[in-house]
């Protein structure tokens, strides 16, 4: 097994403790060039945790704990993700316990730090994993706050898949005399070599027909399929489902537990389809990813660069498909124009265009429509169980399936006929007793006759007050003499 260009260059300078800045593609052995360092170099059985990795999302961090944990498995390495939307009671018990390494994300790091269970006083390596990922969304504060927690004495790593100018201002400010590593040649095209990209122009009202024609493509297997937002999450994922395809959305209005279900089933075949959202673009490694399909243009270069590399990791073939919508050409075009890609101008295409079949593979004739003797090919979500993980927070969408049955269930409640409702008999009392109909009627009749006829005497006996530019004028015209003469 041949090492990976990032590792070759990253591995003897960690493990002489020296800072790295490393930058290299997604999918090419990043965590394992700052993973293997940091088990060997740091100190294990204490109490407090010896090293730290951050990352952004839980995600990576879960990826990058179960990568640290077959690395350090012969060493007995205790190996501890902590993350927003699970309990806190496991991952205090667990610090309480003694852990080696912590990965996790700001937030729920800061939390166990301002609660005191979490003490980084005996960090001796520091991890920033993506790091211009965690400067989009807004981390940049918490990730001082941590810092300032760590020990200036230490080593610390950075490492992304790019590097803009705020990372080079962040390792200026927190890292002592870095190593520049960078794993290609700086002439080399930032999207993933080994991918085979199709870039076409589509119509927004055809894009779920050109998709499923898509997945039905030879020789496709796992499919990503990433959407700018988690309602189109939703929507294309309930599409698919509808068409017989095995599909699940990923994104952050899910709980935890939903989340972290959806990707177990998605990593082991149980479903062929993961629409997600960008949450699920860093970091995630899933073997056998055969395509990415941009379903709605990326907003920007390094977002298209990570999505796409979801396929062809570890030295495999891939392919991605990005549908760029007439409202994003613009947008594309300066993605293209960054990555030098040969796509400034995508091929106008629609679901029955016959390039679109003869470029991706797909059998003549395929409809939107998965044909019955191809469905459940695959055990499906629900064969994957729902762990109660005791989340934290609100959660605000659930599973499609439970969604569906509660929207019916209503639906059957709307449906139902409501008992009539007996009229009230309205008996009309006079001092507690009853009044006949015809003696209530003639009241009746004369309480209204007494009341127009007070109304019209009102009406009579108003006075009528003139006025001249707002104030009042007497009758006559003579303002200053009638108020002489009263």
Not at 149 to 178: V, W
Request: proline residues 5%.
């Amino acid at each position: 097994m041949e090492a990976f260009p990032i590792q070759e260059l990253a591995l003897p300078i960690a493990l002489g403790g020296h800072d790295i800045i490393g930058q290299a593609r997604t999918g090419t052995g990043k965590t394992l060039a700052f993973g293997a360092a940091l088990l060997q170099r740091i100190e294990h059985g204490g109490r407090e945790p010896r090293a730290l990795v951050v990352a952004p999302t839980r995600e990576l961090a879960l990826q990058v704990t179960d990568d640290l944990l077959v690395a350090g498995g012969k060493l007995g390495s205790r190996v501890l993700s902590v993350y927003g939307g699970r309990a806190y009671e496991p991952q205090i018990e667990a610090l309480r316990e003694g852990v080696d390494v912590v990965v996790g994300t700001p937030g729920r790091l800061l939390d166990l730090v301002k609660q005191k269970y979490l003490d980084l006083s005996k960090v001796e390596v520091l991890v920033l994993d993506e790091a211009d990922r965690m400067l989009d969304l807004g981390f940049l504060p918490d990730i001082e706050r941590i810092i300032d927690r760590i020990p200036a004495k230490r080593q610390t790593m950075l490492f992304s898949a790019t590097m803009p100018g705020e990372i080079a201002a962040l390792s200026r400010r927190y890292l002592t005399r870095p190593t520049n590593v960078r794993a290609e040649s700086h002439t080399e095209s930032d999207a993933t070599p080994q991918v085979v990209q199709h870039v076409f122009q589509a119509h927004q009202m055809d894009k779920p027909e050109m998709l499923a024609r898509l997945l039905q493509a030879e020789g496709r297997g796992l499919t990503m399929v990433f959407c700018q937002t988690k309602r189109a999450c939703d929507r294309v994922a309930a599409d698919l489902a509808q068409r017989g395809f095995d599909a699940a959305a990923v994104h952050g209005d899910l709980g935890q537990s939903q989340r972290e279900r959806a990707l177990r089933a998605f990593r082991n075949g149980k479903i062929g389809v993961l629409v997600a959202t960008d949450v699920a673009a860093r970091g995630l490694d899933v073997d056998d990813v055969t395509h990415v399909v941009n379903y709605e243009c990326p907003d920007s270069a390094d977002t298209y660069v990570h999505r796409i590399g979801r396929t062809g990791r570890a030295g495999k073939e891939g392919v991605a498909v990005t549908l760029v919508d007439w409202s994003d050409l613009t947008r594309w075009k300066l993605i293209n124009s960054t990555l030098d890609l040969p796509f400034a101008a995508p091929e106008e295409t629609y679901s029955t265009s016959p390039h679109f079949f003869e470029t991706l593979g797909i059998p003549a004739g395929t409809k939107g429509t998965l044909p019955a003797d191809k469905r459940n090919g695959r055990a499906g979500l629900d064969a994957e169980k729902l762990e109660d993980i005791g989340e934290t927070g609100k959660v605000r969408s659930h599973d499609r399936g439970h969604d569906r049955g509660r929207d019916h269930d209503r639906d059957r409640e709307q449906e139902r006929p409501r008992p009539r409702r007996r009229k009230r008999d309205r008996t009309r009392t006079r001092a507690g007793r009853p009044v006949e109909a015809g003696a209530a009627d003639t009241e009746k009749a004369a309480d209204d006759n007494v009341v127009d006829a007070v109304a019209t005497e009102r009406k009579r006996s108003r006075p009528r007050r003139r006025t001249r530019a707002g104030k009042p004028a007497a009758a006559g015209g003579g303002t200053a003499e009638a108020s002489q003469t009263a």
